[in-house]
C-alpha cells in the first residue's frame, strides 16, 4: 500500500513539471522507480525521474539532450541530413507548436516510427552522443497518418515543418499540439543548414486537356501559383500552367496535378452546390480533389469530382477566353466532354519532403488538444 502511495505521489509531481509526461511518464514512473530501484528512490532525495534514468541505456547525465524524453530530428540521424523520415520507418502521426521563432505560423512534427519487422530501431542517443536526444525509444503514436498501417514501433525521429503535415504526406487534418516543442533546434548532419525559404515546386508536365464545345484547353489564369487560383479556358498553348498529371489514386480515381505549381484540381471549398468554382489547392487527399475519369462514347473523357457526383463543366456553354470551369450535374452537353493529348513528359511524386523550417502558408486546421507525451 506504502509502495502504491508513493508512487501515485511522485508521478503527480513530475507530471506537473513537464507538458507531455501523460503515455509514457506519471504513474508509471513513480512505479518503475520503485520497482528498479526501490532503495534508491525511497531513501534517497531523488526523484523517480532520476532514480531510473537511464538515458537510453547509457552513462549520460541526466540533464543531457538525450535524456530530456524527446526524440531527436531525423535530419540529425539520416547520413546525408535529409528532413525525411530513414528508411524501414514511415509518417504515422502528427502535432503542432505555435509561436516558433521558426516559421511565420505554425511549426509541425511528424512522428517517423519503424515498420514492424523493419529492424530499423533500437533505442539510443541519436549518433551516439549525450548531446543529442534519443531515436528509437519512445512507441507512441498520435495516429493521423498512413491509418493503413496498423503495426508500428519506437519513433526513430521527428521530420519538422512550417508546411501541414497533411499537404506533404498521407496524413489528414487532425491536429494535436503541443508548444513546449516550438523553439526545439538540432545539430544537422548537413554542412548548411537551409534557411527558411518556401517548398521548392518540382515543375510537373503531363496532358493537354481541351473542351469539346470551344477547343480551349483546362488552365490556371494567369499562371498563377497561388492557392486557390481559378481554374479557366484558354486557348491552347505551350504554357504549363496547360499541362495536367494525370495520377491514379488506386481507388478508382485519378488526381490532376497542375504542371506549374504540382497543385490540384478541387472544388473549391468541397462545396457541393451546382456551379461551384474549380480551382487549384495543394494535395491534401480530399474527395472534392479525387475524379472518376470515364471513357464516353464519342471518344471523349468526364470527370466526376468523389464529394458531390457533379462533373468538370465550363458554365454556360460559354466559348469565351477564360471562361470559368465548374462543377455541374451531368447532361452529356459538349461543354462537359473533354479530349486528352498526351504528353509524356515526367510526373512529379505525390508528396515532397521540404527542407526542416521551410516556410510555407497554410489553412489552419481544426485543432484538438491531446493528451500529453513525449514524441
Known amino acids: 500500500m506504502s509502495s502504491q502511495w508513493l508512487a501515485e505521489k511522485s508521478a503527480a509531481v513530475l507530471g506537473a513539471r513537464t507538458s507531455r509526461r501523460g503515455f509514457l511518464v506519471r504513474s508509471a514512473l513513480g512505479a518503475s522507480a520503485l520497482a528498479v530501484t526501490p532503495m534508491k528512490y525511497l531513501l534517497r ?17 541526466c540533464g543531457s539532450s538525450c535524456c530530456d524524453g524527446y526524440t531527436e530530428f531525423c535530419c540529425a540521424v539520416n547520413p546525408d541530413g535529409s528532413n525525411a523520415c530513414p528508411p524501414g520507418t514511415f509518417e504515422a502521426g502528427w502535432w503542432r507548436a505555435d509561436g516558433s521563432r521558426f516559421c511565420d505560423g505554425p511549426r509541425y512534427y511528424t512522428d517517423c516510427n519503424a515498420r514492424c519487422g523493419s529492424g530499423a530501431c533500437s533505442c539510443s542517443c541519436a549518433g551516439g552522443d549525450c548531446d543529442n536526444r534519443r531515436a528509437c525509444c519512445n512507441v507512441f503514436r498520435y495516429g493521423q497518418c498512413n491509418t493503413d498501417i496498423s503495426c508500428y514501433g519506437a519513433i526513430a525521429c521527428r521530420v519538422v515543418t512550417c508546411t501541414p503535415p497533411y499537404e506533404l504526406f498521407n496524413c489528414d487534418r487532425t491536429a494535436l499540439w503541443d508548444d513546449s516543442t516550438a523553439n526545439h533546434t538540432a545539430t544537422c548532419r548537413s554542412s548548411i543548414v537551409p534557411a527558411p525559404r518556401p517548398p521548392e515546386i ?14 480551349k484547353a483546362l488552365d490556371v489564369a494567369g499562371v498563377s501559383m497561388a492557392d486557390g487560383a481559378g481554374v479557366i479556358v484558354w486557348p491552347p498553348n505551350d504554357g504549363v500552367n496547360q499541362r495536367w498529371s494525370i495520377e491514379t489514386l488506386g481507388d478508382g480515381n485519378v488526381r490532376l496535378v497542375a504542371g506549374h505549381s504540382g497543385k490540384v484540381l478541387d472544388v473549391a471549398g468541397a462545396s457541393t452546390d451546382d456551379g461551384a468554382g474549380i480551382v487549384q ?5 480530399g474527395p472534392n480533389q479525387r475524379w472518376r475519369m470515364e471513357v464516353l462514347n464519342d471518344g471523349t473523357y468526364s470527370f466526376t469530382a468523389g464529394h458531390s457526383q457533379k462533373v468538370l463543366d ?7 477566353d477564360g471562361a470559368p470551369v465548374i462543377q455541374w450535374p451531368w447532361n452529356g452537353g459538349p461543354n462537359q466532354r473533354w479530349r486528352r ?5 515526367a510526373v512529379a511524386p505525390a508528396s515532397a519532403v521540404v527542407p526542416a523550417d521551410a516556410v510555407a502558408p497554410a489553412t489552419p486546421p481544426p485543432t484538438v488538444k491531446p493528451p500529453n507525451r513525449r514524441g
Do not use: K, Q
Open 314 to 320: 465550363v458554365a454556360g456553354l460559354n466559348g469565351a
Open 45 to 61: 532525495p531523488v526523484t523517480a525521474y532520476a532514480a531510473i534514468c537511464g538515458c537510453a541505456g547509457t552513462s549520460c547525465d
Open 281 to 285: 489547392w495543394p494535395w491534401n487527399g
Open 341 to 345: 493529348e498526351a504528353g509524356g513528359n
Open 202 to 215: 518540382l515543375p510537373v508536365f503531363g496532358d493537354r486537356i481541351t473542351v469539346s464545345h470551344s477547343g
